[in-house]
């Protein structure tokens, strides 16, 4: 998995390697269509009240994780609109503290006219004129103004800098409470020698290692860097995949969500452009099901991916099935590299069953997915999913499913039924 995402990020950066603020920026949805910039004059740090921007396509940001604030001062409008303006002011207070050079003063300057109650009581009444739903989300931010200008504290090189250290030495470098960061140390991602090193880095908040098997004598807190250690580069490589994954190519068969991660099979920064267009240009995957498709979702991307070679198996598709509540991100099943022309091949024999005049019934189409599939593993329940699951792979796999399996499965379900 972990590799994988590395060599996603491959595809996104085609030639040129980004920086690593490029990569852990995790950016915010394109709903969130308004921006408050909350303002204070750049030379004698006054608030000088709200000013509204559109859209948010530089804005850098990455996610704190719990309760706290992102570190570039800039949130997401909770429901609360309070909490989000007290986490900007502990944002530009933790700036404060670890500022220096360029804009140490004016950063003082924000925090000490920074008054909570009075910017909330602004953006109480700034809300009331802007439209909100799903689609059309707000953001608010901490900038300085100078004149006209309006220059948002996530655009200072500093700020951006103090995003990164605080990823990788507040997250990812620490474990509990053990400092985990390690110099001169292989990366087990990369297998680079001499490298710094950090032992928790748990954005997946699994430690599902891309293998089997796990690790051997157990996971410990106390040593993460003997069990995980990974250097800056892959850390930002694989957060930068992880995103562009969860944005672009999350999808849901039968209910079953999962990650889909291309891997080229040949270098070729043409294929990468191709299919990176492919990905970005898809409406955003959505869990409603239009039965023509074989996983019976609406966005059919294996098809689409798989038509990228022209027939020829240029890259690879694995499929990352996950589990995901609250804190933690679960794999549950994956099947690893598939090749376009197995599911070229998945198509050719659905369309041959829905060709099939003896299983069609009367003049009304008949559409045969994963979904059909899916009735003959039972209740739903924890182990039909299982079995549901064992399925899938063993289709994608090109592995031989027992026909009297199912049929014996059928009985039961339509037994069942019948009861
Ligand atoms: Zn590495």
Redesign the pocket.
Known sequence: MFTKLIELNQIIEGGKTRSIVERLNQGLPDTYKHGIAICFDLNSGQYVGLRLVEGCQDVVYMKASGNGFATTALQPLSEKSMSTVNKLKRSADALHLVSFFTIKKQVENITEHFDETTVHEDIKKKLQDIPQSKDERIYLFVASVDGDKILPLYKEMEVQEQMVKNALHEQYGKAEKFLSIENDRT?Y??G?AG?KVYGNFSMLKCYNLDKRGMITGGFSYRQPLKNFP??E??IAAVSSGYDFAKKYLTFSMCGERYILLPNLQTKDEELSDVILEKLQDREPATLSSKLEKITAAENEILEELAEVGGGKDVLTLTMVFFEESNASWKITAEIPEVLPSRINLIYKAKHAVESNRYLKMGDKNFHYTFRSLQRFTGDGGKLSRRKFMSYIDAIFSDRDLDERVLLMQNHIVNSKERA
Do not use: R, S
């Open positions: 990366c991602l990369c680079k490298q990974v250097c580069e892959c």
